[in-house]
């Protein structure tokens, strides 16, 4: 069987899973239409100039994917701060590499 590794927040769940509790009928009910909710889309109109529709197209095809749920991914990391810019990593790589290992 091949082992999987957790990330820090999956083992944290793992290791306390004897320790939850499940919710009542009501209070399952109000999370599953707050995810189903936020699971909605709606459509919008965008303008965007060619230049920028089309590298997006050509992103979106090298990953195989289409452009529009490219457009979704990006302002979806953007909203939720899982988007960066190229210098804040590489300033944060950087820092790492110069700082002295803690033992």
Request: charge should be positive; hydrophobic fraction near 35%.
């Amino acid at each position: 069987m091949k082992k999987i590794k957790l990330t820090k927040e999956e083992q944290l769940i793992e290791n306390s899973i004897d320790d939850l509790k499940p919710v009542g009928k009501k209070k399952a009910e109000r999370i599953n239409g707050i995810l189903s909710e936020a699971k909605k889309s709606h459509p919008i109109s965008l303008r965007l100039s060619n230049y920028d529709l089309e590298k997006l197209k050509e992103k979106a095809k090298k990953a195989g994917i289409p452009y529009q749920t490219l457009v979704n991914s990006v302002l979806h990391k953007y909203v939720t701060n899982q988007l960066f810019e190229e210098d804040e990593i590489i300033k944060f790589i950087s820092a790492k590499i110069d700082s002295p290992m803690k033992s």
